[in-house]
T-cell receptor, first 113, second 114 residues
Framework: AQSVTQLGSHVSVSEGALVLLRCNYS??????LFWYVQYPNQGLQLLLK??????LVKGINGFEAEFKKSETSFHLTKPSAHMSDAAEYFCAVRGQGTYKYIFGTGTRLKVLA | KAGVTQTPRYLIKTRGQQVTLSCSPISGHRSVSWYQQTPGQGLQFLFEYFSETQRNKGNFPGRFSGRQFSNSRSEMNVSTLELGDSALYLCASSLDGRDNNEQFFGPGTRLTVL
């Protein structure tokens, strides 16, 4: 069975500071991992996905994530936060051969001026 | 390519009524999933359809049902509405829901039950 844990329901960073959003997964089969972003009153938008081609995945808007099998983690980072990054971020997992996506509970990112 | 569309965007109903929400996937996508999003529970998976067949189902009561048409458009129905059904209902489509195919989300339907 797959599961996802996002540590920290709220994260605040200063504009220009490093963004680090944590995601740990549990999967009995090699997983596919995704990060999505949701802006207020909108649906979810894909930031990036891990498909086993490379452990460091680059996404849109300057975000990237590193797959670490030994730590069962897929943390999302961005070197320098921008005010427009304020949103809710969701990590999701799906095991190979399964059809069901499991989403984490989300992390709301606040960027301070 | 047009994105996932959901209608209506906003809906207000009273307890005991029923409601039908519609989702049109991206052209060529055959898998459609539905999620309920609430502040307390986050994103909860309702069900997934592929080629008019329900392939996966979440842990929701039988009041929640869905279907998919031959053109991949999908509807979900909630009968005997309860206050707790107030939520953002999101639809997502993907090519076939397999492998590394990501889901593309619609803007959601905001349902308020009074």
């Amino acid at each position: 069975a797959q599961s996802v844990t996002q540590l920290g329901s709220h994260v605040s960073v200063s504009e220009g500071a490093l963004v680090l959003l944590r995601c740990n997964y549990s999967s009995s089969v090699p997983p596919y991992l995704f990060w999505y972003v949701q802006y207020p009153n909108q649906g979810l938008q894909l930031l990036l996905k891990y498909t086993s081609a490379a452990t460091l995945v680059k996404g849109i808007n300057g975000f990237e994530a590193e797959f670490k099998k030994s730590e069962t983690s897929f943390h999302l980072t961005k070197p320098s936060a921008h005010m427009s990054d304020a949103a809710e971020y969701f990590c999701a997992v799906r095991g190979q051969g399964t059809y069901k996506y499991i989403f984490g509970t989300g992390t709301r990112l606040k960027v301070l001026a | 390519k047009a994105g996932v569309t959901q209608t209506p965007r906003y809906l207000i109903k009273t307890r005991g009524q029923q409601v039908t929400l519609s989702c049109s996937p991206i052209s060529g996508h055959r898998s459609v999933s539905w999620y309920q999003q609430t502040p307390g529970q986050g994103l909860q998976f309702l069900f997934e359809y592929f080629s008019e067949t329900q392939r996966n189902k979440g842990n929701f009561p039988g009041r929640f049902s869905g279907r998919q048409f031959s053109n991949s458009r999908s509807e979900m129905n909630v009968s005997t509405l309860e206050l707790g059904d107030s939520a953002l209902y999101l639809c997502a489509s993907s090519l076939d829901g397999r492998d590394n195919n990501e889901q593309f989300f619609g803007p959601g339907t905001r349902l308020t039950v009074l």
